[in-house]
């Protein structure tokens, strides 16, 4: 089991940057893979970035590649997602989450999941 905290979201204009982190207390946090996904109002909850158990891989949804990156410190048991080039579109509540089993875009595919942080992005 691992817990998961996001920090980091806030409101930024069109253009800026954010970074995000997912923290975990346990030192299991290496046996996952972790996913980042958001959710707007009014809509369904939308694979945004993932990474491997090293962070040697990560895989980004169309809509963010190039301007997202993700990364991983495992000493430090967090997982980051840098933002930049920011739009209005990617407004919504972003979640990190974990799994041991899949390296997937699927939100369903994961276990364990952080309580979430606001992204607001102004035009």
């Known amino acids: 089991q691992v817990h998961l905290v996001e920090s980091g979201g806030g409101l930024v204009q069109a253009g800026g940057s954010l970074r995000l982190s997912c923290a975990a207390s346990?030192?299991?946090?290496?046996?996952?893979?972790i996913g980042w996904f958001r959710q707007a109002p009014g809509k369904e909850r939308e694979f945004v970035a993932k990474?491997?158990?090293?962070?040697?891989?990560?895989n980004y949804a169309d809509s963010v590649k190039g301007r997202f990156t993700m990364l991983r410190d495992n000493a430090q048991n967090t997982v980051y997602l840098q933002m930049n080039m920011l739009k209005p579109e990617d407004t919504a509540v972003y979640y990190c989450a974990a799994t041991d089993k899949w390296y997937s875009d699927s939100w369903f595919r994961y276990d364990y999941w952080g309580q979430g942080t606001q992204v607001t992005v102004s035009s």
């Open positions: 346990e030192r299991t946090f290496s046996n996952y893979n």
């Open positions: 990474t491997n158990w090293s962070g040697g891989t990560a």
